[in-house]
T-cell receptor, first 112, second 112 residues
Framework: EPEVTQTPSHQVTQMGQEVILRCVPISNHLYFYWYRQILGQKVEFLVS????????KSEIFDDQFSVERPDGSNFTLKIRSTKLEDSAMYFC??????????FGDGTRLSIL | DAKTTQPTSMDCAEGRAANLPCNHS???????VYWYRQIHSQGPQYIIHGLKNNETNEMASLIITEDRKSSTLILPHATLRDTAVYYCIVRPNGGATNKLIFGTGTLLAVQP
C-alpha cells in the first residue's frame, strides 16, 4: 500500500538555525498538509497546500514557516530561525480530492 | 467546526469487540464523521469515515445514530496492536482541503 514518507526521522538543530523537513506524499495525491504535535499535546494543523499555493494556514504558521513543492514529488516545510518551542513531531499528510488524509510517521524536531 | 466529546480512556480484553463512543451533538448536515488512531510514536492512521449511513471496512465499523449526534467505532476483535489513541473528528463537506482538528481522543488499552 502506498504511504507518505518523511525524512529525517529525527532532526536536532541549534536554536536560530534554519531547518527543512521533507515529505514524499503518495504519488497521485494533490492535497498536502503539515501538522505538528508537541510532546504530550494534541495534533495541531499548520498548513494545507493545493495547486502550488497555500489554501489555509493556522496562527502557528507565522512568517518563520514556509512550504514548498519544489519538484513535483517532494513537499517541504522550512522553519527559518528555529526557537525552542518549535520542538515537536511534525507530520506530513496527503490526500486525493474528497478522500481521507494519509499521514507519514513524522519527523521529531529537537531544538537545542 | 463541530466539536466532539470522547471518553479519556477505555480498556478492552484481547479478542473482544472494542466499542468507542463519540458525541458530536452540534454536527452540521454537511459534516462527516472521521475516525483516526495514533499508535505511540507514529503518525495518525485513517480508520473509517461516514456521513449518515453505517460504514464497514477491513479495520472497523462505524455506527452513526439516526440524528447524527453520536457515533460508535467498533473494532470487532481487538488485538494488542490496537492499543492506541482514537480520535473522532467532524469535518465539513468531506473535502480534502479541509483541515483535521484533533482533540485529545480516547486511549484504548487492549489487555491480554
Amino acid at each position: 500500500e502506498p504511504e507518505v514518507t518523511q525524512t529525517p526521522s529525527h532532526q536536532v538543530t541549534q536554536m536560530g538555525q534554519e531547518v527543512i523537513l521533507r515529505c514524499v506524499p503518495i504519488s497521485n495525491h494533490l492535497y498536502f498538509y503539515w501538522y505538528r504535535q508537541i510532546l504530550g499535546q494534541k495534533v495541531e494543523f499548520l498548513v494545507s497546500f493545493y495547486n502550488n499555493e497555500i489554501s489555509e494556514k493556522s496562527e502557528i504558521f507565522d512568517d518563520q514557516f514556509s512550504v514548498e513543492r519544489p519538484d513535483g514529488s517532494n513537499f517541504t516545510l522550512k522553519i527559518r530561525s528555529t526557537k525552542l518551542e518549535d520542538s515537536a513531531m511534525y507530520f506530513c499528510a496527503s490526500a486525493l480530492s474528497g478522500q481521507p488524509q494519509h499521514f507519514g510517521d513524522g519527523t521529531r524536531l529537537s531544538i537545542l | 467546526d463541530a466539536k466532539t466529546t470522547q471518553p479519556t480512556s477505555m480498556d478492552c480484553a484481547e479478542g473482544r469487540a472494542a466499542n468507542l463512543p463519540c458525541n458530536h451533538s452540534t454536527i452540521s448536515g454537511n459534516e462527516y464523521v472521521y475516525w483516526y488512531r495514533q499508535i505511540h510514536s507514529q503518525g495518525p492512521q485513517y480508520i473509517i469515515h461516514g456521513l449518515k449511513n453505517n460504514e464497514t471496512n477491513e479495520m472497523a465499523s462505524l455506527i452513526i445514530t439516526e440524528d447524527r449526534k453520536s457515533s460508535t467505532l467498533i473494532l470487532p476483535h481487538a488485538t494488542l496492536r490496537d492499543t492506541a489513541v482514537y480520535y473522532c473528528i467532524v469535518r465539513p463537506n468531506g473535502g480534502a482541503t479541509n483541515k483535521l482538528i484533533f482533540g485529545t481522543g480516547t486511549l484504548l488499552a487492549v489487555q491480554p
